[in-house]
């Protein structure tokens, strides 16, 4: 099969796959605070994501909008309708996430390979998992925050740490990351494009390691994390503002969580709905055309 370019997308298209992202993951994410979790000592055991589906959206779709979409898809339903928004401290989730499901959108040129599917889901968690470790470290390490460790022993917290960074990827990378996508692309690679109106890609998509992993993309990767590991600094040390985190809400109980789930559940309809919508109106005027 010939190796063709990347799809190239409308301007409403890029925000169907936005929008599209951010419904899905915002309603993923509302599901898991449903979930229970474990804690064994300074050790929780829970699952933080399903990384499947926005790992799975960057690898069909545009992987720029996608992971954009599905960061503030998490911050707007995840936290602000929620009433649980930390401010300037949610920044850096929004950078590392972000820039992790990116990398391994553009990762894959290849959906036919389902080695190349899984390293690139693998790699995806794992910078995520990677870049809040170090950052979480950091934080204890220069004293902007203090954690529950062994008296005495500061280098207790890189045991933590390391724990914490290995069930993560054991529960968000493999069980809910790496499994699923190896099923699930496959199954929908040129079923869900059709949705929203996009063609699948075809073949292989013409990509070197120097096409993206340019000195410009690290440059702007570095600056971005400096910004984010700043951010979260600030806010440990109560510089923060912006947060949204409103008593009143309180009042409604846990019931309240089937409101956000229902305003993602009906975005993600509408958005598919214009999908379809649009792919009918351009085949009629293609038959048009051709008539």
Do not use: C, H
Request: overall charge negative.
């Amino acid at each position: 099969m010939e190796a063709t370019k990347r799809t190239e997308y409308t301007q409403s298209q890029k925000m169907m796959v936005f929008i599209l992202s951010m419904s899905l993951f915002g309603l993923a994410n509302l599901f898991t605070e449903l979930l229970p979790e474990f804690t064994f000592g300074p050790i929780e055991l829970s699952i933080s994501y399903l990384a499947f589906i926005p790992l799975t959206l960057v690898m069909l779709f545009n992987p720029l909008y996608a992971a954009f979409g599905a960061s503030v898809g998490e911050i707007i339903f995840g936290d602000l309708l929620l009433g649980d928004f930390g401010g300037l401290g949610e920044l850096e989730g929004f950078i590392e996430f972000t820039l992790a499901m990116y990398i391994a959108g553009l990762l894959v040129t290849n959906l036919n390979s389902r080695k190349q599917i899984a390293l690139a889901a693998a790699t995806g968690v794992l910078i995520d998992q990677m870049l809040s470790t170090v950052v979480d470290v950091g934080k204890v390490w220069f004293g902007i925050e203090e954690v529950e460790a062994v008296p005495g022993l500061p280098a207790s917290i890189l045991a933590i740490e390391g724990v914490s960074f290995v069930t993560e990827m054991l529960i968000s990378g493999i069980l809910f990351g790496i499994i699923p996508v190896m099923y699930l692309i496959p199954k929908l690679y040129g079923r869900i494009e059709p949705l929203l109106g996009i063609e699948p890609r075809q073949g292989r998509v013409k990509a070197s390691m120097t096409e993206w992993i340019s000195v410009r993309f690290v440059i702007l990767s570095v600056f971005l994390m400096f910004v984010a590991i700043v951010s979260e600094f600030m806010a440990e040390m109560d510089i923060n503002f912006a947060v949204w985190q409103p008593e009143f809400l309180e009042q409604f109980g846990e019931g309240y969580i089937w409101l956000p789930i229902s305003a993602a559940a009906i975005v993600l309809i509408a958005v598919v709905s214009l999908g379809i919508q649009l792919k009918r109106t351009k085949t009629k005027d293609q038959r048009r055309k051709s008539a």
